[in-house]
């Protein structure tokens, strides 16, 4: 057992200094709701943080003397019992539940919306529960340009990666790293580019905070200084290794699946343009009798169904192979933006979080023998990285199961003083496929038509007018 792993849970409040040995400890963290803990302690426990305890307080969980997670006591996070008392910590953003704030914007940038609301954080009356608002953009500081050309099957080929060699997984390490950093780059915003509209009316900073992640297709999340992150956290991961080897989290159970997700493509419909001859490149699209056009962006896992598209991208052949899918097509509005650079990232991101969001099961891990070179247990959050490998778990359980790479969707820690530490890791396969994008004017449908073709044959427009502007890499 590693000795700071038996120092035991406790619970820290920044600004009163309490402290407390919890008799239980339940949190969770996934990329849909908030996260939350709910603390079992003495009753003596409960009514020294009544008396004391500021609200609203920062309040850390730390195990093992190491910080587990960052959230917040408030008004209504304490109950009193005869013997005991529970506590209800919270997310960090639920703090911003608060304000009144009526405001149009017809069209801004990401980056002036993210001001506007940055600002009026910083004004609001929330202690230190978030000490900052920061914007994540496409940068990562994780890159090994070694390895920039390295694809998903070599990282996790049998042939190279030996559990028992760390020399092995160093390799894999930056292999794998390079490729997911292609793979989820396109997640990341271009701030002073991408625009959206946007009315508020009678809008808590909560509400605004909302509106502004749907109109974007981001996300946001509390990190481990307590800084408010707006963007994606898949981004800018952290990566571990879970199986047997002799430097990795020790997994108990392995419930995983490979099944892909059947989102296959996404359609957004933007902003109306002023009719005409619209050319890009040799591809022009006929505007007669209609005296708007209307941007259409598309992101896919696949090229158009027209073998011609082939000749588009000669140098992308090796790529072409997998033209026909089933799937699913979600259909979005943004009419608030003319900007095809807009539009095209946004279906990009709608695309990655619907196929991230097709959850792949989990692993339990065995916290207490999982301390390893790169991390602790406690380190995990939602949008790191976890390399799989079965290993040697019983052939029974793990039949037909092979190394793979996953994005964390959920964290989970049960804390017990009689029981011990367990912890689940909810997991998704990252998207295996590149992801392809373009874009097109297209000349208004009438309200009671349907002029334009199925969405396979207009995306494959798209692709022919935007030249097959390609991956999200580009």
Request: net charge negative.
């Amino acid at each position: 057992m590693n000795c700071s792993m038996a120092q035991g849970t406790e619970l820290r409040f920044l600004s009163s200094g309490i402290r407390i040995l919890p008799n239980q400890v339940e949190y969770e963290s996934d990329k849909v709701n908030y996260d939350y803990a709910r603390v079992d302690i003495t009753r003596q426990a409960g009514d020294h943080i009544k008396e004391y305890a500021e609200t609203p307080e920062p309040v850390e969980i730390r195990t093992g003397d190491r910080k587990l997670a960052d959230v917040y006591f408030g008004t209504d996070s304490l109950t009193l019992d005869n013997e005991t008392a529970q506590l209800e910590l919270l997310d960090g953003r639920k703090v911003l539940e608060r304000g009144v704030i009526d405001k149009r914007f017809h069209t801004v940038t990401l980056g002036n919306i993210f001001e506007f609301f940055k600002n009026k954080v910083e004004d609001a009356d929330i202690g230190e529960v978030i000490t900052d608002v920061q914007l994540v953009n496409a940068d990562r500081s994780k890159v090994t340009e070694s390895y920039q050309g390295t694809t998903y099957a070599d990282s996790m080929s049998e042939n190279e990666i030996d559990p028992d060699d760390a020399s092995g997984f160093t390799k894999a390490y930056l292999q794998v790293d390079a490729w997911t950093q292609r793979s989820l780059n396109g997640l990341g915003p271009i701030p002073d580019r991408e625009e959206g509209g946007f009315d508020f009316n009678q809008a808590s900073l909560a509400q605004v905070l909302q509106l502004i992640e749907k109109e974007f297709e981001l996300q946001s999340y509390i990190d481990g200084d307590r800084v408010l992150k707006v963007g994606n956290p898949e981004v800018d991961p952290e990566m571990y290794f879970a199986g047997y080897g002799s430097d990795m989290f020790k997994v108990s159970e392995y419930n995983l699946t490979t099944d892909p997700s059947d989102v296959k493509m996404i359609s957004v419909k933007g902003g109306f343009i002023q009719a005409t001859p619209y050319t890009e490149s040799s591809y022009q699209v006929d505007a007669s009798g209609s005296d708007k056009m209307q941007w259409w962006a598309f992101a896919s896992t696949e090229w158009p169904d027209d073998p011609s598209e082939k000749q588009l991208l000669n140098s992308r052949k090796d790529n072409t192979s997998n033209y026909r899918t089933e799937g699913r097509v979600i259909s979005l509005d943004h009419k608030s933006s003319k900007n095809k650079m807009t539009l095209k990232k946004l279906a990009v991101r709608k695309l990655m979080n619907e196929l991230i969001q097709k959850v792949s099961g989990n692993i339990e891990i065995q916290p207490m023998k999982s301390s390893i070179n790169n991390g602790y247990p406690q380190d995990v959050k939602v949008g790191d990285i976890i390399g799989v490998f079965p290993g040697d778990l019983d052939s029974n359980c793990v039949n037909n199961l092979s190394s793979d790479v996953f994005t964390v969707t959920g964290v989970s820690h049960n804390i017990d003083g009689q029981y011990g530490w367990n912890m689940t890791i909810d997991l998704s396969r990252i998207p295996r496929q590149d992801i392809y994008t373009a874009a097109i004017p297209w000349p208004k449908i009438p309200e009671t038509g349907s002029d334009y073709e199925d969405y396979e044959k207009f995306y494959r427009k798209a692709m022919e007018y935007d030249q097959g502007s390609g991956m999200i890499d580009n």
